[in-house]
């Protein structure tokens, strides 16, 4: 029968990140400005968006699913949101039918006042202290761990609002951050051991700027001021910016993820060009693992393009595009024959043929999830004649799954927690296989190795080495209080 | 200039009833006869409806902006809707922009387990209430009175559901018919004085029904069983239904403007039945306030037509569609001129012009509220060539607002509250205005007259006298807690 | 199994008129006022409706699925068709899927310019034209009978405008009320037997207004100036009006069934008020078939109230409200099971049970179509305990299909082609059943009695005699060109 | 003021080809396949997309405004698309506000039964051809090109389709690639020179495929067989392919630019490989115009991307990635202030800050239109602190506009056309600029230069020397028949 339902992989064999912030104080155009950020941003999260403004004490929010563009590409809606001070959200959802009400920022009518939030990254108690506000007495509207931190303001005793929502996030554990803003007041907070990117910035008009990631200042002409640090919270008013670090700080544990593949090679993150270290990881690769015999260093694109430039840079080889995206791949298309499925990678991916035909290919990626998308595009790229398939990964395995907010696969599902290398090399076609060593990532990066006492990045994913306590993991012993859950739909019908 | 926007007054001078409520246990259609009872009970509320069913222990939801059929005429949805327990509700709105978040019922996570509700009516104490629960670190979604009773079962102490809403509901003022759901439960409560409608049915194989009028039992073929008693709780369970009485009684004070316009003419409410009640009044109307140089009693469709056809039994005057109502009428048309935006009442009604030329004509009406219709339909009357027009309102003055349950506008705008009789007659335009007598409609109710010390209804939007506390209302200095809004938009935008 | 998909046969048992035109020549509100006529006549097709309006040389055109008010009362929408002629159309379409290309007014870019046209009626030779036209080149781009018209007038010869609709008309047979319009032109005609209504309306600040209906006439406050005539081309430009007869007349032949239930009650037709005739057809019909003992006399509501008032003012018994019909009936429900199927008809109509038990009622209702309404209704009125129902038609028994503009099933399913009236009233379920006589409809409209040689009217669905010749009717022999279908669906995507 | 609104000049300054087209016979996925191999044509046109597909004599199409994906992508639309014949289309369209009725395929009801047809290119003679039909009384309801071929069909004398439509493509001239279809026919025709390319490819399980590009053989597997040849209609049929050249031919003059832009470098076009042949331009260029201090080699991505690898090889600079490409950009912003709109290339583009500073950056783009981008992103670059930037273009100067079916500005906007080399380096702010000379483009084709007696390919936008008789562009003497037009908005409501 040819009815058979089915999604097309199309990226589920990336890693994703879960969100990207933004925030402006001080300019009269701050929701324009967060749209944009937030569009610069859009590589961190594209299943919905959401903008809250603050004009004096009146709070105005927009929320959509979909991009940045659809949107907030409209004047008429950014007119709407009125104010000098305004936050937004990119959110990546990991359920299939994501929800209005778990779109982010969160917005609440607190005793003080409003009070909105958006946050970037996941708190590994969240489940825990949900559990004991539901006790208590509070409602929760979403699934979403950011409304944790909004009702531990409400309950909080403090009368300052800073000081409730320092007395919240004492509370949370993970990695997380924060764009808040409340009546005159935009506030930044990253976790105690700086996991999530924050940068801070200034318009040259006045004004400062909250953002996941450089590029979004760039895209409005911000200039980079500094990271927000590890452990500090940012308070920025009329008057100008305080710095707090009210948390406690724990060291320094960058996500070394956000270098392989999640920010955007034009951002700058805590000190480091993007593009230059992936660069840097594909020559360090080219001499641990070489392919002299090679004729041609193809890309797996976009995400493999600056190392495999790098790669081709040390290795002399030279750097082509064997495989050409497609980026007009939208929605994934739903099939009704088996014949047709079968097609699915070709949506994007597409090998250069006439170019690969009888030629050694040493192909670069960033790295390797499941599998299935790699063992296809293996194929592809034999079936367009290549004599030799190589393949080097600008990671080291990603062997274990993620609590700080990169929706990961359980490790089950992870192929490199399962098989030996050689094995991989086998399972998905290639001649050779090598990722990239720890240590070789950690000399990439300007290190002389990892440091295992004190390790100088979060590398969870590849070491298994969870510098952030995990707590409703392990408290889970399947007997904890069951959440209700309310399956809608809603349609604006007028 | 000829770009001035104007909204046509059409329905803008009737009294709107806030909403209607209905249940079902006990059947696996819950849904689909929860969707029909709410498309019987539309006239009770036209701007949103939603649905909440129950299967085992997992809520289903589906909330619109619109009319019942816009959405749950959908099969695919009602499906979606699993579980033999499903309540739902039509809201009738008074702001512009309904938001989907203000939609009922209202549904929670609790700790006991899920939990979802709909009232019809109106809270008395519900800003109080409020003040008190965000001081305590509750998080309110919405601006709706519904949610103050969730929050309060949500802090209650108690550990049994049931004990939960009996503590939350001896905490409220006001008049209201609930309909809840939980977790093999439905629960039907009317108010002390049972001011609201709240009807109990049968299915004929098994499950019972909570409506807000028999028309909406009617529908699904239900038999009437009898009306919730003021200040009763009914339980329902596959085992049966429970009747308590937990929250006291203070007498019977039934609304009697349900009989004079908003209940259906083919409902039954509290034994009487609603035709033959405005037929009534009619009677008593023509009896009070004869005309017997009358060529013809002409009603001000639809409302106005049983009591026309009352007014014209008893006067011996021929009942004629002297004004023909359009009932393809959608939204308000917004027009470019003056020139048109005059022409407004004629979307909605049309003088049969060659049947009412000079003829003297009694109009009957249920009510004046601002006036304007009024004026408006007596003027086309005349254009139409009308020798004398008449007009005979089967309701005393509505001189007082109503905190109860209905949308009624300020004191200061109901010209029964502003002007006398003789003026009203001046300013719409009649050659005669005559109200029926506050005793002739308890006479027409079967009564001999209004008992003044234990009145048998509730009339306060004629006499001022409200039964029920008026504690938000009597609390405002305006010096209280301002709510902090959250001015939203939200879009699917896929 | 539960998925049975149906429809609820809400309105399918009555006959339903295919189209309603209106037309503004002199006012710069032109394409607002055809808004608003076209909602004054959406009774007479409420599934598409478009507008086309003429400034100087350039053609503006807005066409939507669905009823006038949900696109129309958009300022912006009106705003956007610019000039000071406008034509407009209500479409009833026969098939389940109207697409946008076969809603009216047609638009052709012509040799000597543009020119729109729509008509109401229905073409008896269409098919036959489209074939001699398709041979000879002609792309139709619809399945309307409209567009054989202007290909017509594309392939004439002549070189002024009204001479090439002239001699396209005096190609076509059947009945049709066209307005169309050109640069400077606006232009109504009305086919040689009138079957179908035209009147000619004046706005006081000047203009004209060409409409089906004189309510259209009240809604924009217009003056009626007569009835365009059988045969008549009215010619309006800035320099006035101008009538011609360029067709040959043939008679006068107006629709009966206008009288009876397709036209609005406050509308006047031909010098006929529809509201008196109705009424007088209901004293016929109690005279002719009288029922003493009835206890009420119950309108089948809307369409049977004006005769079950004069049936009731003729007999002296009470006229009652003893059903009540709900007007928020939007789309048909699709429900998943037969225990929900079987409670269609009371999504429009409910019993008002308490008034109606034990009474012996006359139901008075304007045609019986397949019975199946009828049906059902006396099974709701007999549930609410009537002792018995007897039943009164204020049209002849409809015995055969119409070819004029009125969808009719076929004649195999109308009930009175298949049965006696005694077997109707034994299928339908009543104690007694009468349908006025032919020559007692022709009494109430003021005739002696139907003139068999020359009728009055056009009363074809009751005798058999059509007066315009059925070309493509008695040419279908089965082997005639077969048309080649698209199926399309379009999507405005963005 | 602060609300004037703008579109971002996102890609205003690209050539943008007007379709691409594709055709299957013989398979039961007939219309999914074409919705694929759309989607791997998208970058041919974006605006909207119509896929019209055979089954026996049934026709059934569907059309939308966006992007293949947007619409195709669900199962059920493809389903309801039967048959094992379909063609489609993807639409670039050079109005802001395109029209359903303009999307391609066009069909019609001819007097032999259903015929549809799309094409790329553009007809030289179309608004001559329109005239003289319409005067002969044909009815057109697009501003298509292909609806003249279709109408000329239409009016043609032959019996046979096949003859119909030869006779129709010998009237046209210009630059046209089609797919048709029929009952039991795909047809294929490419103009008399070949100027817009059209490929043959065959499905493993049997069947046939006309594509634009082999990029869109590649997606569904099938495998290319060769190209249509100049002046060649292939008939395919389930018997097989029969090939004819009705029309003569005249030449091969395959256009140019498709090397240089236009088609996806993974596609191989009449025996080249379009990325080696970018490679090969850069290589040229390299040779031509190089840049000994430069530091690095930087593609404007993603166009210039295989020119400058070609550039850096060729010279021995290191290829990098200085700018980077946000592929998010959906729609254009449009945006409330000044200040905002000055951001407006960084939507698409950013600088790679910290690579470029203090860098001698060579820049390679494809082409310079109008020039306005081209100055944004030097000023980019400069403000990352590049020291120097030169400029290199991989094609000759476009100083002419194109007829043949690519929207390019009117001469006056070209800069090319209006200034020299030297102004245009001062204008766009670089240190030094070069193009490709056009022998040098020629040779990277592999010819020793170009021959300017008889050209190998159309290069009219660089030569000036057009190929095909410009008809309609010689006749504008500006007194020509006006064609009526209608501004039409359609909604479909429900």
Chains 1, 2, 3, 4 share one sequence.
Not at 44 to 72: C, M, N, P, W
Not at 272 to 291: D, F, Q, W
Not at 319 to 325: D, M, Q
């Amino acid at each position: 029968m040819s009815s058979i339902v089915n999604h097309f992989p199309t990226d589920d064999d990336k890693l994703h990140e879960e969100c990207g912030v933004f925030g402006v104080l001080g300019h009269k155009d701050a929701a324009a400005f967060v749209a944009l950020g937030l569009h610069a941003l859009q590589h961190r999260g594209q299943e919905a968006v959401g903008i809250v403004s603050v004009d004096k004490d009146e709070f105005y929010a927009h929320r959509a699913l979909g991009l940045v563009d659809d949107t907030f590409s409209d004047g008429e809606i950014i007119e709407r949101l009125k104010g000098d001070i305004a936050i937004g959200h990119n959110r990546y959802s990991t359920t299939g039918d994501t929800l209005l009400r778990n779109v982010q920022p969160v917005f609440a009518d607190l005793a003080f006042g409003g009070f909105s939030l958006a946050h970037n990254g996941n708190l590994t108690n969240a489940a825990t202290l949900r559990e004991e506000l539901v006790q208590k007495g509070s409602l929760f509207q979403s699934t979403m761990d950011t409304e944790v931190i909004i009702h531990l303001m409400a309950v909080s005793g403090q009368k300052d609002p800073l000081d409730r929502l320092i007395e919240a996030i004492n509370r949370i554990k993970g990695a997380y951050s924060i764009v808040a803003c409340g009546e005159n007041l935009l506030v930044g907070v990253r976790d105690p051991l700086g996991i999530r990117p924050l940068v801070l910035g200034r318009l040259s008009e006045g004004g400062y700027v909250l953002a996941s990631e450089t590029c979004a200042l760039d895209i409005i002409g911000a200039e980079f001021v500094r990271d927000v640090e590890p452990g500090e919270m940012v308070v920025i008013t009329d008057q100008g910016i305080e710095s707090k670090k009210p948390f406690g700080t724990s060291g320094h544990r960058f996500c070394i993820f956000e270098y392989i593949y999640f920010a955007r090679p034009d951002s700058s993150l805590e000190g480091h060009s993007v593009y230059e270290m992936r660069k840097n990881i594909g020559m360090e690769l080219a001499s641990e693992a070489p392919c002299e015999k090679a004729d041609v260093v193809v890309p797996v694109p976009d995400s493999g393009v600056p190392s495999a430039i790098g790669f081709a840079q040390a290795s002399g080889v030279p750097f082509e595009l064997g495989i050409i995206r497609n980026h007009y791949v939208g929605r994934t298309f739903i099939e009704p024959t088996d014949r047709i499925r079968h097609l699915g990678v070709k949506l994007k991916h597409n090998a250069n043929k006439s170019f690969l035909k009888d030629k050694v290919v040493v192909l670069v990626d960033d790295s390797i999830v499941r599998g299935t998308t790699s063992r296809k595009i293996v194929e592809m790229v034999r079936a367009a004649g290549a004599k030799e398939v190589h393949m080097r990964i600008s990671s080291p395995p990603t062997a274990h799954s993620c609590f700080y907010g990169i929706d990961t696969p359980s490790s089950e599902e992870l192929m490199a927690n399962k098989f030996k290398v050689e094995e991989i090399a086998q399972q998905i076609g290639v001649d050779s296989l090598a990722y990239i060593s720890v240590d070789g990532l950690y000399r990439a990066m300007g290190e002389t190795a990892r440091n295992n006492d004190v390790p100088q990045y979060c590398d969870a994913c590849f070491t298994g080495d969870y510098p952030v306590e995990l707590t409703d993991k392990d408290n889970d012993d399947g007997n904890g209080r069951k959440v209700a859950v309310l399956h809608e739909r809603q349609v604006k019908s007028r």
